[in-house]
């Protein structure tokens, strides 16, 4: 047996992708719960010769919760440096050298769940968490980087060994990608292939992509391109083979050259070898991996149960793997396998350490694949230390993670020689106890209650009582039959029997042979045996001196009371300890002074332990029991709860404890002295143990997870921490786990909550020596893929620990008085029971005393307690809690006072009010009311209708809402409680709609028309919005409710609003709404073709989308297909059907067109006219279809858009105005002058079309090839492009000949000779004189409005400074009046008069007046202007206008072009 400390420590963190590591050179380092425990492996570990060569070397502290990752820096030179991440948020490095934090950082908002140390950059350590947030750390510049490459969960990455900038990671969803830090985090290559969880990520060991022979085209799967697009093959990129593992049960080989996987290994189903596992549990699998430095062509994987495996690459066709220690049985784990991590040791082994489920670390050498050794762990409390007493140096382990554990401590071979047993357990392992005699028999009690027998020396189950204890098993030992066991014959009776002691406070015998049958309560022997009558205590602990015949028992009381065999007499009872007991322990009968095993210690919930020597008693055998209140000896020096004390068997008087101080002690008790203290646990102590073989060595146990083995002679400190040396130790005790109030986060189910955690608030009744109540359940349980925790049952979940908020007590003043002091409390009852007993009246002292001691009203008369009553109701009001006196009031039965303070004071509230009919209807009638009231001045006016409701005022509570803006609910309890008829729920409608419409809820407000019954308004209110939905919506509801005027006109707007969006479908639907709109859908259908039309010649910008069916026809003349589609989709037929459409349409006016007028309408309004020409036309009414053709061109010439006018002229009047001439009849008719204008209007067209096809020649024309091409100049643009610079219309006249090419000499055809012959229709003298008086009233007009202008702008100057005269000003003003700018030079002299002004405009109107109406009515082209053109045209082509046109038309600009406009151009032409 060695002479060296070792740990049995906490069993390494599960579902973690990287929570275990190793070094070269041979150490090792995993995670376990908050901490990391270090491992030194190989020679360096100074481990025995002989025994496997590791030690545990110490823990890294510091994470307050679990350490989820860990990485060392594989770094030659920084292997001492390492970084844990941790579910408190923060990711840590670390000195391994100095156990110290080198910094940290908490950058990480959500769980972390990834870890990793770039084996390429030294100080770069990579983490990322459950909401896919990687941070990249630099440790030595501390600056960070954080990327979001996917919101999903990372399980885990693994950084590139090759390229520092690459990174691999794995999601929740199967999903990998590679990405690039040096590029935002980029994305080069997403991996799809796996469908669950990635586990594990592992690069080759080599770059390139030569080391395995793949034949590129073997894997079916499709090649993925990365990002949807080919990378080009950059030295990121190039060759470097990836392994993924997942919970899908496979392993993938990916290509980073090609982006996609080139392999899949599927996990084999292998037989179960060796049956250390519960067949019950269901188990998830984890896929780990470790791709080996020195052989590429290899990979280790996990399998299903804890086998390993060794995949051979080689041979890409054949799935061929060689099973890690194959040949020996029961040297694989039994469970899942976590963690893979090679170390290389000093001495150049290779090995490989896993972390597995089944809680061992083993260590396989990778040379021949056989396990080297095996470091087991703890899942739970250590709750229980013993020895056996036969087979010597076997230590049995009593585990919370429902395990026991048989620690073979002798063996020479193996330090951690440790059997697991778990049959028949299934929860925390409280209680253990070897029998003194038997091989191999152990006794165990746990926290659900259970007590059974093992042996250890079989695989059987163990045999389990049939009794059990209805809380924890505190205690277990063996001792001799009691009553009724021992009363059986010879044959029957065991020798020794088992007693337990439980939570609950029975101690029971249980037979050993028969634990099938009953256990007995052994008090009712002790009840029996010493005629009891009282109650017994709870007793919490039981211990039988060494030889059988005397017993203790322990109690929650912190008495201890000695039995007698054979029938418990009770001899002696120890009043030392005040607080529960927890252990007490017999002193050895081998020492060299036998009188020492009397010597008995004990230890409770106080810090002290008490020893007493009972030898006097015993040997006495008092007839009555004793009782001793003085102890023999007194260890004080601990300073918290002593929860296991035990004798050395090497020494005399020699003994250790255990407290939740966090430390053991070793005491020499005969002299009270403290020898040493052993500090090494991080949390509560709960177990210890002297070893049987070693003097110098004890074994100790505590709440976290760690069982060590300790030398006395080793330790630096003689006694239990003091004061302030004990926060060093609080401090090692916060960074524990916390007990959490958990709101309930879900864990995700890569991590079922394991950790036990301990509650330090557990009731001090409920016996503590067995550690804390665990919050969490044994592992067992645990394992399976439940999403939260289950607790077992005798586990109080986390919510029933986390304590509600007390309520306030009804009697503070009496209670309080209940806690004086001793001396107060004593007088309490001696007043109290004068004042019970006394027969006579009581004297005044007494009432005196009554009368001060008020709180004894609770124990004495009605009068006496109504006294206190008033008294603890005026505290009440006092401290500002009414609802408190007022129940105090209520308890004492006067009810309509209580009422009536509560409403002067404002304090009612619905329970009072509720009780209110206790004292009658009216004062409940008058209740509610006053509660109303009360309610509307806190605002609560909802609940005060409520209250008016309930005693049927109705129109109270109705008003009240309605006053105070509830219009809502004012309407739901009307249409509830009052008749439909009632007028003021249709108040309550036009009221809240009237609100509703001003602040813009429409829709709302239309529901409250329509509940009022005013239909009209709803569609009206509806209609406000204007945009296409409401107007639709609006025109539905108004021809629902019969309103059909508003319903057409609502429909027609709706379709003008869709036709702004060029909405054709849409527009034609809302038309339909209405059969009075049957004329608009006509003009609609007809600007439907003629907009398509144009966008198919390309002369409208805007393209639309959403054209009727009926509009993709192009074929034949136009105003055939328009007819064609009316007869067809309108089913317009008949003449009637024609004339009522066209009278429909007649009854609608339009204004004129301008310059501004917008294109959309100005179509609409052309395509109106065109549609009545149409109908016109069907109906043989030619006289209206000239006008209206005529107003369609008008309107377009009006507007400027030249470019429509001919459109409308070749859709229309394909072949001229001829057919009309035709049609029309007799010539005398009064429609010639409108016909004549429409003629004028398509030859104008003509005209210009023309001049342009001239113009388009010559290259100093520019103008007209532009105007040209935009085909959008106005009547007015071209005329300003005639008047705008002399130098161009010049030089086009006084200098043809160099300017034009020779083959301009154009020859005209017969068409244009014909157009030009007809132009003569053009100059109409009586046209040309009207314009011309026309003219000549507009620049009067302007005249006249400048000069007002100039007038008020002098006014404005004289008033500001004190300018001229009048009569100057004036002057001024007609002077600058008399020179526009294109007056000629010697006008400029001479002002123009108001007078001659005035004079001019009344000669200019009465010209007008002349003219006869025909003439007036129709519009025609400007008479000068085409003058113009034809002169133009003359210039430019020679002969093409004969001698006597350019004659009329320079007479004509003689005669009438004295105007402004035209007076340069006369000039030009006519000198």
Request: charged share 25%.
């Amino acid at each position: 047996m060695g002479q060296d400390p070792r740990t049995l420590p906490p069993s390494p963190n599960w579902y973690c992708a990287r929570c275990s590591d190793a070094v070269p050179g041979g150490l090792f380092g995993f995670a376990a719960r908050t901490s990391v425990f270090l491992v030194r492996v190989g020679p360096s570990a100074g481990a025995i010769p002989g025994t496997p060569p590791f030690r545990v070397i110490g823990e890294l502290v510091g994470h307050t919760e679990r350490v989820s990752g860990f990485t060392f820096s594989h770094h030659p030179g920084q292997y001492n440096l390492c970084a844990t991440s941790s579910d408190d948020g923060t990711v840590k490095i670390w000195d391994v050298e100095t156990k110290a934090v080198v910094t940290e950082h908490a950058l990480h908002q959500h769980t972390i769940s990834a870890l990793h140390w770039s084996p390429q950059v030294k100080d770069l350590i990579v983490s990322g968490d459950e909401k896919g947030v990687v941070f990249c750390y630099w440790l030595n510049r501390n600056d960070s980087q954080h990327h979001f490459i996917e919101p999903r969960t990372i399980f885990c990455l693994t950084c590139s060994p090759h390229h520092e900038d690459l990174v691999a990671i794995g999601y929740k969803d199967g999903i990998v990608v590679i990405i690039d830090i040096s590029k935002k985090g980029e994305v080069i290559h997403r991996l799809r292939g796996h469908d669950d969880e990635i586990h594990s990520i592992a690069w080759c060991p080599l770059p390139g992509e030569d080391c395995l022979s793949i034949n590129q085209e073997e894997n079916s799967e499709e090649p993925e391109i990365p990002n949807g697009k080919v990378i080009e093959q950059t030295p990121v990129t190039k060759g470097c083979y990836l392994a993924t593992g997942s919970k899908d049960q496979t392993i993938r080989i990916w290509s980073c050259s090609r982006g996609r996987g080139v392999m899949i290994l599927k996990l084999p189903f292998l037989k179960r070898r060796g049956g250390g596992i519960d067949p019950t549990v269901k188990e998830r699998l984890w896929l780990t991996l470790h791709w080996p430095k020195d052989q590429p062509t290899q990979l280790v994987s996990s399998c299903f149960g804890g086998e390993l495996l060794l995949w051979d690459l080689t041979q890409s066709w054949r799935r061929k793997y060689t099973l890690f220690s194959a040949s020996s049985e029961g040297q694989n784990h039994s469970r899942i396998v976590f963690n893979l991590c090679p170390l290389q040791t000093e001495d150049d082994k290779q090995l490989l350490l896993s972390t597995s489920m089944d809680r061992d670390v083993k260590c396989w050498d990778m040379a021949t694949l056989e396990c080297c050794w095996t470091l087991p762990s703890l899942g739970g409390f250590a709750y229980k230390l013993a020895f056996s007493p036969v087979d010597m140096g076997c230590l049995a382990i009593g585990v919370g993670d429902g395990m026991i554990r048989v620690w073979n401590t002798l063996s020479i071979k193996n330090n951690y020689d440790v059997k697991n047993f778990w049959q028949g357990v299934k929860s925390k392992v409280t209680a253990l106890c070897w029998h003194p005699a038997k091989e191999g028999c152990l006794a165990f009690g746990t926290d659900d209650g259970k007590v059974g027998l093992y042996d250890t020396y079989s695989n059987k189950p163990p045999q389990i009582s049939s009794t059990y204890h209805k809380k924890t098993v505190y205690t277990l030992a063996w001792g001799p039959p009691l009553p009724p066991i021992s009363l059986g014959g010879e044959g029957d009776r065991p020798s020794l029997t088992l007693y337990s002691c439980g939570g609950e406070g029975i101690v029971l015998q249980h037979n050993p042979w028969k634990l099938g049958g009953e256990a007995y309560d052994i008090n009712k022997l002790i009840r029996d045996t010493n005629s009891i009558k009282y109650k017994l205590p709870v007793h919490t602990e039981i211990s039988w001196k060494a030889d059988g015949k005397i017993m203790a028992l322990g109690n929650e009381d912190g008495s201890i009371e000695i039995f007698q065999v054979p029938n418990l007499k009770l001899i002696c009872t120890i009043q030392q300890h005040h607080k529960l007991v927890n252990t007490i322990s017999w002193h050895h009968e081998h020492g060299s002074q036998p009188e020492l095993s009397y010597l008995m210690a004990s230890g409770s919930n106080n810090a002290i332990i008490y020893v007493h020597n009972l030898k006097t008693v015993i040997e006495s055998n008092p007839e009555t029991p004793v009782t001793i209140t003085e102890p023999y000896r007194t260890l004080s020096g601990h300073t918290a709860k002593i929860t296991s004390v035990a004798w050395s068997p090497h020494h005399d008087g020699r003994l250790v404890s255990a407290s939740y101080d966090g430390t053991a002690q070793v005491w020499d008790t005969l002299r009270e002295e403290p020898l040493c203290n052993f500090r090494g646990h991080r949390g509560r102590l709960l177990c210890v143990a002297w070893s049987p073989l070693d003097p110098d060595c004890i074994y100790s146990g505590a709440d976290d997870f760690c069982v060590y083995k300790w030398l006395t002679s080793m330790q630096e400190h003689s006694r239990p921490p003091q004061g302030k040396k004990s926060i060093e130790l609080e401090k090692k005790r916060l960074s524990q786990p916390k007990p959490k109030p958990k709101k309930k986060k879900k864990p995700t189910s890569r991590a079922p909550v394991k950790q036990e955690v301990y509650d330090g608030n557990e009731d001090e009744s409920i016996r503590e020596s067995s550690g804390p109540v665990e919050n969490g359940v044994s592992d067992q349980e645990g394992e399976e893929e439940a999403r939260e925790p289950e607790f077992p049952s005798g586990v109080a979940s986390v919510e029933s620990l986390t304590k509600k908020r007390k309520a306030r007590s009804m009697l503070p003043l009496t209670t309080s008085l209940d806690h004086r002091s001793k001396e107060e409390l004593h007088q309490d009852c001696l007043v109290l029971a004068t004042a019970k007993h006394s027969k006579a009246e009581l004297n005044k002292e007494v009432s005196a005393d009554l009368e001060e001691r008020f709180h004894l009203g609770l124990f004495t008369d009605r009068g006496a307690l109504y006294r206190m009553i008033e008294v603890e109701g005026k505290g009440h009001l006092e401290n500002g809690h009414p609802e408190l006196f007022h129940q105090l009031m209520l308890w004492k039965g006067d009810l309509k006072g209580v009422l009536q303070t509560a409403a002067e004071r404002g304090e009612l509230t619905d329970s009072l009010v509720a009780m209110a009919p206790v004292a009658g209807y009216h004062v409940w009638l008058w209740a509610v009311e006053a509660f109303a009231k009360q309610l509307c001045f806190q605002d609560q006016y909802v609940k005060a209708a409520s209250h008016l409701l309930s005693i049927h005022k109705v129109y109270e509570a109705v008003e009240l809402l309605k006053s105070n803006h509830f219009y809502r609910e004012a309407i739901a309890v009307a249409k509830a409680r009052l008749r439909p008829e009632d007028p003021i729920l249709k108040d309550l409608y036009l009221t809240w709609g009237a609100i509703l419409e001003k602040d813009g809820h429409y829709a709302v407000a239309a529901k409250c028309y329509l509940g009022a019954a005013c239909a009209y308004n709803a569609a009206k209110v509806l209609s406000k919005k204007g945009d296409a939905a409401s107007l639709k919506t609006a025109a539905e509801l108004a021809s629902i409710v019969g309103e059909n005027e508003l319903s057409s006109s609502l429909a027609l707007r709706c379709a003008q609003e869709l036709l702004l969006a060029r909405n054709w479908v849409g527009a034609q639907e809302a038309l339909k709404l209405h059969e009075s709109l049957k004329g608009q859908r006509l003009v609609f259908c007809l600007l439907e073709l003629l907009s398509k039309h144009l966008e198919e010649r390309q002369l409208l910008e805007a393209k639309s989308s959403s054209y009727n069916t009926w509009a993709t026809g192009t074929a034949g003349p136009f105003v055939e297909r328009v007819t064609a589609i009316w007869k067809s989709t309108f089913s317009l037929e008949s003449p009637e059907q024609y004339q009522a459409a066209l009278q429909q349409l007649q009854s609608i006016k339009y204004p004129s067109a301008t310059n501004n007028t917008p294109s959309k309408q100005l179509l609409l309004h052309i395509c109106h006219d065109l549609t009545l020409a149409v109908l016109s036309q069907q109906v043989a009414s030619w006289d209206a279809a000239v006008e209206a053709l005529l107003r369609a061109v008008v309107r377009s010439y009006d507007s400027g858009n030249f470019t429509i006018m001919q459109e409308v002229h070749s859709a229309f009047l394909p072949e001229g105005c001829d057919h009309l001439k035709h049609k029309l009849g007799e010539p005398q008719s009064l429609i010639t002058p409108a016909f004549k204008s429409l003629e004028a209007f398509f030859i104008y067209g003509h005209l210009y079309e023309f001049w342009w096809s001239l113009s388009r020649h010559c290259p100093k024309s520019s103008v007209w090839v532009r105007a040209a091409h935009r085909r959008t100049a106005s009547v007015e643009q071209s005329q300003q492009i005639n008047n705008a610079t002399p130098e161009e219309t010049d030089s086009g006249d006084s200098q043809p000949e160099p300017n034009r090419p020779p083959e301009l000499d154009v020859r005209l055809t017969e068409e244009s000779k014909q157009m030009l012959i007809t132009c003569k229709e053009l100059f109409s003298e009586k046209h040309a004189s009207l314009q011309n008086s026309q003219r000549t009233v507009a620049e009067v007009q302007e005249t006249l409005a400048e000069m007002i202008r100039q007038h008020q702008k002098s006014q404005v100057c004289k008033s500001t400074t004190n300018g001229p005269d009048k009569n100057e000003s004036e002057q001024a003003a007609e002077q600058s009046l008399s020179s526009p700018q294109n007056e000629c030079k010697e006008e400029k002299n001479q002002p123009l008069s108001l007078p001659e002004l005035t004079k001019r405009l009344t000669e200019a109107n009465e010209k007008i007046a002349k003219f006869p109406e025909s003439v007036k009515i129709w519009p025609f082209p400007d008479v000068l202007e085409c003058c113009l053109i034809l002169l133009h045209i003359g210039s430019q082509c020679p002969g093409s206008v004969t001698q006597d046109m350019q004659q009329q038309a320079q007479e004509l600009l003689q005669k009438y072009g004295n105007t402004k406009v035209y007076k340069r151009y006369c000039e030009t032409f006519c000198t």
